[in-house]
């Protein structure tokens, strides 16, 4: 199982990012997805998640209404469209999958919200 983030960035406070996670070694279509992130000295939480067909979609309080989570079972690819960013979503994001009973996650990509 491989999960491979992309698309963070610096950002300005308002402004918008699209994270990517690209996924292999397993049957994706057949799987739910998730987003977590950790900011410094936090513990990594769940942001959104999103079942095998796309067909529901869950999000943490913080950003219901500000982000998107969304699938492309042709593509094995997960998406994570942020935008009204703030200052507090700044973390590490990290895609999530869990295989045969085993957490894996990719590498994170930076996500900084300032001014």
């Known amino acids: 199982v491989q999960l491979v983030e992309s698309g963070g960035g610096l950002v300005q406070p308002g402004g918008s990012l699209r994270l990517s996670c690209a996924a292999s070694?397993?049957?994706?279509?057949?799987?739910?997805m998730s987003w977590y992130r950790q900011a410094p000295g936090k513990s990594r939480d769940l942001v959104a998640d999103?079942?095998?067909?796309?067909?529901?979609?869950n999000y943490a309080r913080s950003v219901k209404g500000r982000f998107t989570i969304s699938r492309d079972n042709a593509k094995n690819l997960v998406y994570l469209q942020m935008n009204s960013l703030k200052p507090e979503d700044t973390a590490v994001y990290y895609c999530?999958?869990?295989?045969?009973?085993?957490?894996?996650w990719g590498q994170g990509t930076q996500v900084t919200v300032s001014s």
């Open positions: 999103i079942t095998s067909a796309g067909g529901s979609t």
């Open positions: 070694g397993f049957t994706f279509s057949s799987y739910s």
């Open positions: 999530h999958v869990v295989w045969r009973n085993v957490n894996y």
